[in-house]
């Protein structure tokens, strides 16, 4: 078990470009987490799948954001037409499908910082 | 709605000393409740978490929690700090039903020598 890995780590991009991040969870876990993390704040929630079913989103997932879980493992996140404000780090989280919801730990990976020019 | 304060964004203890970070939630049904640790350059760890069972919670690296209901609080505790302690501490809520965690804005340790 390699955790939850993303990627890429950094990407630098001009404003107006499209960019995609990937999140590889834990093997067995059917749940999968999206949050972004700006400087000074904690991490805000964004989406979550249960296997490839989208659940819920935030109303911070503008219709500039999308995401996909297309075969219930690996997820990505797509911003187009980037904006300076959405300059972060992207964390990706998954957990198992146990116990009361709510209750599991979710596992995080490292993140994908996004910097917008 | 549920919501999570963390009092002070910065706190500074001697090494040895005790280490208190405070957490108070806010949720309009019986919440769970979750510490992580963030390491620069490293992803959200989890030192504890308290799902209704023992109020008092033990986790990794020496450090416990207190659930206190009568208070809305889970303040983070360890009674003698060590170096490798010193990172970012963030409190986090959730509840039955939903699957998504609100968390603090997060306490930045520092331990002096």
């Known amino acids: 078990d390699t955790g939850v890995s993303q990627d890429p780590r950094h990407k630098i991009t001009k404003r107006g470009q499209n960019v995609t991040f990937r999140c590889d969870p834990i093997?067995?876990?059917?749940?999968l987490y999206w949050y972004r993390q700006t400087l000074g704040q904690g991490p805000e929630f964004l989406t979550y799948?249960?296997?490839?079913?989208?659940?819920?989103k935030s109303r911070l997932l503008s219709d500039r954001f999308s995401a996909e879980r297309p075969k219930g493992s690996f997820s990505t996140l797509e911003i187009q037409r980037t904006e300076q404000g959405d300059s972060a780090m992207y964390l990706c989280?998954?957990?198992?499908?146990?116990?009361?919801?709510?209750?599991?730990?979710?596992?995080f990976g490292p993140g994908t910082r996004l910097t917008v020019l | 709605a549920q919501s999570v304060t963390q009092l002070g964004s910065h706190v500074s203890v001697s090494e040895g000393a005790l280490v208190l970070l405070r957490c108070n939630y806010s949720?309009?049904?019986?919440?769970?409740l979750f510490w992580y640790v963030q390491y620069p350059n490293q992803g959200l760890q989890l030192l504890l978490k308290?799902?209704?069972?023992?109020?008092l919670v033990k986790g990794i690296n020496g450090f416990e929690a207190e659930f206190k209901k009568s208070e809305t609080s889970f303040h983070l505790t360890k009674p003698s700090a060590h170096m490798s302690d010193a990172a970012e501490y963030f409190c986090?809520?959730?509840?039955?039903?939903?699957?998504?965690?609100?968390f603090g804005t997060g306490t930045r340790l520092k331990v002096l020598a």
């Open positions: 986090a809520v959730s509840a039955r039903g939903t699957y998504k965690y609100i």
């Open positions: 949720s309009s049904v019986p919440p769970y």
């Open positions: 308290y799902t209704s069972a023992a109020t």
């Open positions: 799948f249960q296997n490839e079913a989208q659940l819920e």
């Open positions: 989280a998954s957990s198992p499908d146990s116990g009361t919801s709510g209750s599991s730990e979710q596992f």
């Open positions: 093997s067995e876990h059917n749940r």
